[in-house]
């Protein structure tokens, strides 16, 4: 629901006649991500205006919720000085992932211009991937030392509060910055204030480590069900905390990128309205064009029965029914083993028990979709031996394809590839050439 | 990582010497769905014995992060006086899931023991669909009335902390207990004690409505970055909070019922390993038949031209090429299509923009692929003609393909009926039965 489009216009009115201060009272009422999801309605001007005359802080709120494009052009739209004011106060994830877009003199500039432990901290993070759990981090987070008393964390906490946004859990350290235990906020609160923190602490903490991916980052987020979890670096240092918001967006993401993948495509990483022609073309040809070479060996398959087909003309009839039910069998069961191998349903330890059942699960769906081809072969063209060819073939082939669906992408996880390539078109594409030495083979030795 | 496993044994031995004090040492130094994770390494007798002795708050933790077939069997395991000591402690919304699984007279049964108001909690729970933000809710929440102190709203929140888990925000009502605006515990903890939370709280919160499905509920969370959000009934009233660990799960199983549908089968909402054979294929064979059936009428049509087919056999050797390129490209269109729709980038104002724009794309692909084709026939057979029909039938086919592609999915949107449906197995039979009409009525004005 977009609540805030009814005060667009007003909002405009006032903008033009400088009415600054009520324009920052409608913004107030609203949360920062509403106010960037009207921010389209705004012309440029209206839009720089607005960015000058909020409070850095609050200007900062709602900039780190555009596109990463519109933060580009706006940021460069701004006088610096200004435009530096707004990236001090903005999230360092959010930050550190512009920084990584902005042009490199354009960059430097800024640095120059920030607060010194803000530009400290883009140079940072900006060293880790961004497809990992150092890439995903922020660097706003709370910690303190083991001997401290819970009213002196209290009492940092409450100097430190204004930066720190969100405060859900004190990250306890030891001398050397070793992540030795958390305490929530909760806790804190709750407990006397001359307990020290490593009395009330959760020692042996859960965390992750900078290198890892951000997909599996974000499943152990989720599994742990916690609202951030601590990274740490190789010596077990806190170096800054993921936060669960990051990693719904991780999970969103990644589920896209999988469907892309097994749509037999290049991962489009931009919305589809935002990907420009050429650079979406280029992403879906090669795929494209690899297919059709495979595909083109179905038509040497073809060729080399072509006395068969020149024989029994039907029996070209059936080649799209045979290869079309393989094809959707095995696009099934790529999908869900590949789905499974994502969500962690499905291990490399469950291998054979996972084949076996799909081919027998392709045994009786064969079954199943034989006796209907079958009977769709006999009756339609009067032909027995045709019928029971098609028939035969349909099981073949089907558990030929719930095999190669299940078989490819456990195959592909065993050599540490991306399973998600192993299924849709490419799955159909091969199975369409094994089906059609199936089907001509069984027609060889049933028809003549 | 199951950091957990290593101390199984260990765990085993003591369990035996009923050493329970030392078995509560060891669970304590892990989170909950650690040991829940390690659980299945016990048996029966074992899991039931740490589910008695461990004290209900913690039994209750680890118990709600078992699977629920897990859960069914152990609470019957469990003497029922104890088993209602472990329900009164779990979250309310996961034991709202296992009341609706538990057969009623056990239900009946564990609702008599449990406590008052927890047992009331469940019956309230259980009214609201599992796929709506009431079913999604937790009941355990924070709230005040709006002339509440700052003081007064932390000496209650002290007094009910234990009970409420996790604390991010204080919920506050007016008298008719509407919701009227949200304090954060930081805002709290930072506020003068004379403060009303009136005067501090953000005021026209954004909430979730009962009834709301659970994918847009799940949608407004992750917009906002918020760890939970607030549920209100028709009149307002606060009801419930939906918090983000939940959402986490929401947007995991919904892509995955997206993938199940765009794989044309039935969605297989428990996991694939759990799953039972004939209920997993009952999900699969229906929509196989449904193709299976709809690509006969291929052979329909390869039966009308089969003069033209016997005339030139060749055209029959690049039918699995056409059928099968133009499937590639549809399933990649109505895959990106169906994912845009479902995390909102793409929305049905954009309609007229996506089809054309994908049109183009057909266009330009088909081209491509067109050439490779011509080339392909026109030197294997030597052919110019079939070479001509087969190129310029592959652009058509692509085209057609990417039509259909972003059409069917953005007319299914409009009729509010699931887009995911029109995607893979769907796409490309469909494109199969007329890719053949394409390709044989162009031949028939090529070659004959």
């Known amino acids: 629901m977009e609540r805030m489009r009814l005060v667009v216009p007003e909002m405009r009115e006032l903008l033009e006649a400088r009415q600054v201060e009520d324009v920052k009272d409608i913004i107030a009422g609203f949360e920062p991500v509403e106010v960037a999801e009207v921010f389209e309605h705004f012309n440029e001007v209206e839009q720089l205006s607005l960015l000058k005359d909020l409070d850095p802080p609050t200007a900062a709120k709602i900039f780190e919720e555009l596109h990463i494009d519109e933060q580009m052009r706006l940021i460069s739209g701004l006088e610096h000085r200004r435009a530096a004011g707004v990236l001090n106060e903005m999230s360092p994830d959010d930050r550190a992932d512009l920084f990584e877009d902005l042009p490199e003199e354009l960059g430097s500039r800024f640095l120059a211009l920030m607060k010194q432990p803000e ?12 497809n990992t759990a150092g890439g995903l981090m922020t660097t706003k987070y709370a910690s303190a030392l083991e001997e401290t008393t819970v009213g002196e964390a209290m009492k940092n906490l409450r100097e430190r509060a204004r930066k720190l946004e969100v405060i859900y859990y004190l990250y306890v350290e030891d001398r050397a910055g070793r992540l030795v235990g958390v305490v929530s906020l909760k806790q804190l609160v709750l407990s006397a204030p001359e307990r020290r923190l490593s009395d009330i602490m959760k020692s042996n903490p859960v965390y992750l480590k900078l290198e890892m991916h951000q997909e599996e980052a974000a499943k152990e987020v989720a599994k742990y069900d916690f609202v951030a979890m601590p990274v740490v670096d190789e010596l077990g240092r806190l170096r800054g905390i993921v936060t669960v918001d990051d ?30 022609f050429l650079s979406l073309a280029r992403k879906r040809i090669v795929w494209l064009v690899a297919l059709l070479f495979i595909e083109t060996l179905s038509g040497k398959v073809l060729q080399v029965y072509s006395g068969a087909i020149e024989a029994v003309v039907a029996l070209a009839y059936f080649i799209p029914l045979l290869t079309g039910t393989g094809g959707n069998a095995g696009a099934q069961t790529s999908t869900m083993i590949v789905r499974g191998l994502a969500t962690g349903e499905i291990s490399i330890r469950d291998g054979t028990r996972v084949i076996s059942r799909e081919i027998l699960m392709g045994l009786f769906l064969g079954l199943i979709l034989g006796t209907f081809a079958f009977a769709r072969a ?31 992408p456990i195959f592909f996880r065993l050599l540490r590839r991306d399973p998600a390539v192993m299924a849709g078109p490419f799955i159909t594409t091969l199975v369409d050439v094994v089906s059609l030495i199936i089907y001509l083979e069984i027609a060889r030795r049933l028809l003549f």
Chains 1, 2 share one sequence.
């Open 247 to 276: 990693v719904v967006d991780v999970i969103e993401t990644e589920a896209t990128e999988d469907m892309h993948k097994m749509a037999s495509m290049q991962v489009v990483d931009e919305a589809y309205l935002r990907v420009g």
């Open 378 to 408: 006999y009756w339609g063209e009067g032909n027995l031996a045709l019928g029971l060819t098609l028939g035969t073939s349909v099981i073949a082939v089907v558990t030929m394809a719930t095999l190669a669906g299940s078989l490819l």
């Open 119 to 130: 530009a400290a901290d883009v140079r940072e993070l900006m060293q880790y991937p961004s």
